[in-house]
């Protein structure tokens, strides 16, 4: 057991470090110069020097590669070119609606998969076994940008049931504003009792969750 634990501790390490270069030569390789993003298209020769000298681009792209590496593992991660603040800051606040969104995604999953899971063994090699493998199938093979097109133009756009973008009606903010105490959304308004950014947060929510729900529904079912 301990070995096979050092062996898949030792792949993943692996595939986090290949991980690390293909994301740093991608980055290198995309056109565009980050200091002409970061002091702007207007900028002169010296302010342009002095980005790239911030940001370590005259280095050798070795050194390049390993003061990466070195800053992701000290949580040292720099400043946005787009918002100018810490990505630190940036990824705080952008967090809890991730978490918000994945955990629902879960729930949505588990709440799906296992019963169907169970309805195709109960029913092996049958109609239901048969017509849960092709949906697992499609589940786990369909492009995710594509599912979210599909849901957003048949249920937002055609039928109207759900809103299109948003984690709920900004105008609530006005007649019930929202006590933060975790920073998700829908806990937030559920502590409080804050019913009508509740119920918003829920309808925002639908189709982005079954969207990334799909491929663990099919995963679990399988």
């Known amino acids: 057991m301990l070995r096979y634990l050092a062996r898949r501790l030792g792949q993943a390490l692996l595939v986090v470090a290949g991980v690390v270069v293909l994301t740093f030569a991608i980055m290198r390789l995309v056109p565009g110069d980050p200091a002409v993003a970061f002091a702007g298209p207007k900028a002169t020769p010296e302010q342009l020097a002095e980005a790239r000298a911030r940001f370590g681009l005259d280095d050798p792209l070795p050194v390049q590669l390993l003061n990466y590496a070195r800053d ?33 995604a879960l729930l949505v999953a588990i709440a799906l998969g296992i019963p169907l899971g169970v309805l195709a063994a109960r029913h092996k090699r049958r109609l239901p076994d048969f017509g849960v493998r092709l949906g697992s199938m499609l589940a786990v093979s369909v492009p995710v940008f594509w599912l979210a097109l ?70 679990i079912a399988r």
């Open 150 to 219: 599909a849901l957003q133009t048949v249920f937002a756009g055609n039928l109207g049931w759900f809103p299109i973008a948003g984690e709920y009606d900004t105008s609530l903010d006005t007649t019930s504003p929202l006590t933060l105490w975790t920073n998700i959304t829908i806990v937030d308004a559920l502590i409080t009792g804050n019913w009508p950014i509740f119920t918003s947060t829920l309808e925002h929510l639908v189709l982005p969750a079954l969207v990334v729900a799909a491929y663990p529904t099919g995963v």
């Open 72 to 104: 992701l593992v000290t949580g040292d991660w720099g400043t946005s070119l787009r918002t100018r603040q810490p990505v630190r800051d940036d990824l705080y606040l952008a967090f809890p609606a991730s978490l918000e969104l994945v955990g629902a």
